[in-house]
């Protein structure tokens, strides 16, 4: 009686799509709750079944509204694999079921998918949110150095792509600073976004490849006051200086471009914001724009500036930092004013005034009147 329960509601299931080809296929194993358990094997092991699994569980999810009276779905006793119905939709191999023509067939293990919930912080590093994390931060607030944490952590988005760290941090800096975009983003709101943030790049290259130094600098200097120093131009004691500059005001933040590996992550390049500074250890609060990968962290300052020196292969420069604030700002030019090799080329400022009303929604591109000079920056 169960099996003609069990056959009977699984005949009610859609086929497959009759685009699928039998070596990619395979069958489509029904058990769980209300039929939503759903494995594709994988014989020639293509990464195409993984987007056809993901089309198949959304299929089995809308037939079974209108199958949630079902024996299956009310009746434990007959769904044999309901209690492992949370792994196994991760799961690497495809299941036979019960009473199914498909029971005998050799089922061939698929590729295992990839995945990860954040990583591990090095042991050097302090996690914002740990105890001693939110010690540093209330020492250094009550110190006077995190006078535009509240700025940024009011304006703090993760990156919506894995290689978008640049302008996902320039999209936070410049919400931070109030700094009107001059173009809708959604609906009537003029907002920064990082998707609405590019350089020369095509989309796909900068999904792939993220932007470079001197591409973060020429698109940052359309929209602010900027200056860029490279690892190699501002000594140990230049960059804290600079840091405790920033720290202690609310119209000017910075920006790191430094490496991962030498801090003992995972990964190379990146770019993030720093929210505060703790004089007594020395420590900076770095405001990781990958939230998915690693939580806002302390870093010793002497380790953030050696970060700072790796070269970065595609261009064979050293890494760096950006100091950014308002075009209209006044800040103390003896202490940011850039040296000659990290200024703008002219005309890689864009004037806001000039885009016609009735050019939006438009996606914002470096370069003003010399629409290449990000990619022909050195």
Known sequence: MAATQKNSALSNVPPLPAALSEEQSCYLHLCADRLCNTHLCDPVGTSEPLRLKEKMV???????????????????????????SVRSMS?????????????????????????????????????FTSAAGRKLFKESLNEGYAEGYFNLAGNFTVQSEPAYCGPSSLAMVLNALEVDPGRTWKGVWRWYSDELLESCRTESDLKANGITFDQFMCLAS???????????????????????YVTQRDDVFMVLSFSRRVLGQTGDGHFSPIGAYHPESRMAL??????????????????????????????????????????DSSLDLNLLEPSAS???????????????????PIKISCGGKKPNSCCSAK
């Open 58 to 84: 959304s299929a089995c999810k809308l037939s079974s509204r209108t199958a949630s009276s079902s024996p299956l779905a009310a009746s434990p006793e007959l769904t044999p694999c309901r209690a492992q």
């Open 91 to 127: 799961s690497t191999a495809s299941l036979p079921v019960a009473d199914s023509p498909a029971a005998s067939t050799p089922v061939a293990e698929a590729p295992t998918a990839l995945s990860y919930y954040r990583r591990e912080l090095p042991a050097d590093l302090v996690s």
């Open 222 to 244: 359309s929209h602010a006051r900027v200056v860029a120093k490279r690892g190699a131009q501002a000594t140990r004691e230049e960059f804290l200086r600079d840091l405790m």
């Open 286 to 327: 770095v405001l990781d724009s990958a939230r998915y990968k690693y939580p806002s962290w302390f870093g010793d300052v002497d380790m953030l500036y050696d970060s700072l020196q790796p070269v970065d292969k595609e261009t064979g420069l050293p890494r760096g930092y950006f100091l950014v604030s308002r075009m």
């Open 342 to 360: 990290s200024r703008p080329e002219d005309g890689a400022t864009v004037d806001l005034s000039e885009r016609p009303s009735g050019a939006f």
